[in-house]
């Protein structure tokens, strides 16, 4: 995997301080201590995030924008503070980029409702890829339904990697006019070439839109070193809390996008023979905002700023390389995936034992991991099955967690053999 490598002292003390800062991480479960695996679909809160939602509520709550007392004010500085704390996480060219949604799923119904409808040229096709999550699906496939929009899908190796020499075969069959892609799998872990990904695009004359819900969490993100034209993710992967999200576009694209909800705050002058949409960000904002949840999420960027990248990154690596090691030890277990570039999530299943059974008695042993399809069916058929079970690493995970997953699953398969 190529990441950046840090001491392992260094590393160490990062993760102990973490740990302290996640309350939850000191319950119980079935009477045994809470092993947190499933990150990939919420990952937990620090007090940081907690703290700032609380005192928001308690404190100065307000609607944002609108009002002239202290107290809107306030909020709306808070609010906005969030804002350019995404566009800093980001590197984004303004805060003025950067539009609060609800989630990523939001965010590409937004960019498909508005970019695809009202500014993507009749005849040019949407290419997607065989691992997308349904929320980088659904929305291309409704577009196509409504408009004819053709949509194309690259292939995935049996390694778990995109297949590059069919993306580009697909680049050249007629004209695209936006590649829609996930920056890292949610089942394989498997990050993908996002740079070569946006630079073959750009010389077939489309967009492209990164989907980042996995990868922000696991290591930096620059959107001018990416060169990429819309990217997405949810604050509650990212320590945030849940009901909030962000869609970065360059601001030249959203200023030719159409709004994708009309009404309040949304405008500049409303009549009864026309309205005047407001500058953007706020054109797709409509509506009274998710103010605490956008403050919480400012809270958590600000949080993993602290802890650094750096450390986050090798330490997912560190961890991630000793799981595949330890799960290639259990008898009769698969793990999907082999992808030389791969962040912390890991599927696995076993022959003769569905998803929901390991999952079920993992959890008898306070393990908490995900099991399912992980809104991928296609990705699953592909892989010849219908469901696995999924562990998820985050900063606040430990190598002696991983540990006891194995040894659990051991367990597991002993139970039903």
């Known amino acids: 995997m190529n990441v950046m490598r840090l001491p392992k002292e260094s590393v160490a003390k990062t993760l102990a301080d973490a740990r302290a800062d996640f309350p939850i991480l000191g319950e119980k479960v079935h009477g045994v201590p809470l092993i947190y695996l499933d990150s990939a679909a919420s990952a937990q809160k620090p007090r940081a995030v907690i703290a700032a939602m609380l005192g928001t509520m308690e404190r100065q709550y307000a609607n944002v924008h609108r009002g002239l007392h202290w107290m809107s004010e306030r909020t709306t500085d808070a ?13 984004a060219r303004e805060p003025e980029e950067i539009v609060f949604v609800r989630n990523s799923t939001e965010a590409i119904n937004l960019v498909a409702h508005s970019y695809g409808r009202g500014v993507l040229e009749p005849g040019r096709a949407v290419l997607i890829s065989e691992m997308e999550h349904h929320s980088n699906i659904v929305p291309w496939q409704l577009l196509r339904d409504e408009r004819g929009t053709g949509l194309r899908v690259v292939p995935v190796t049996d390694a778990g990697e995109l297949d590059l020499a069919a993306y580009e075969r697909l680049l050249a069959a007629g004209p695209v006019g936006l590649v829609s892609i996930t920056h890292m799998s949610n089942v394989l872990g498997t990050v993908t070439p996002a740079e070569r990904i946006i630079r073959l695009a750009h010389e077939a004359g489309a967009k492209v839109l990164l989907d980042g819900s996995q990868a922000i969490v696991h290591r930096p993100v620059d ?195």
């Open 79 to 91: 609010y906005e503070s969030a804002r350019m704390a995404v566009a800093r996480l980001l590197n």
């Open 223 to 417: 959107v001018q070193a990416l060169d990429v034209d819309f990217y997405v993710f949810t604050g509650h992967k990212l320590y945030g809390p849940t009901g909030i999200g962000v869609l970065w576009a360059r601001r030249e694209l959203l200023e030719r996008m159409p709004p994708f909800l009309g009404g309040g705050e949304m405008i500049s002058e409303v009549t009864f023979e026309r309205s005047r949409w407001a500058h953007v960000p706020h054109k797709f904002e409509a509506g009274t905002p998710a103010i605490v949840e956008a403050i919480g999420l400012g809270a958590a960027i600000r949080y993993v700023e602290e802890i650094g990248y750096p450390a986050i990154t090798a330490h997912e690596a560190a961890l991630t390389e000793h799981a595949l090691a330890r799960l290639a030890s259990v008898e009769g277990l698969r793990v999907l995936g082999q992808a030389q570039d791969r962040g912390g999530v890991v599927s696995f299943a076993f022959e003769r034992i569905h998803a929901h059974d390991v999952a079920t008695l993992l959890d008898r042993s306070g393990i908490a991991v995900r099991a399912g399809h992980h809104c991928a069916e296609p990705l699953m058929r592909r892989f010849g099955l219908d469901s696995t079970a999924r562990a998820s690493f985050a900063l606040y995970t430990t190598s002696g967690e991983i540990d006891a997953l194995a040894d659990a699953l051991a367990k597991v398969r002993e139970f039903f053999h």
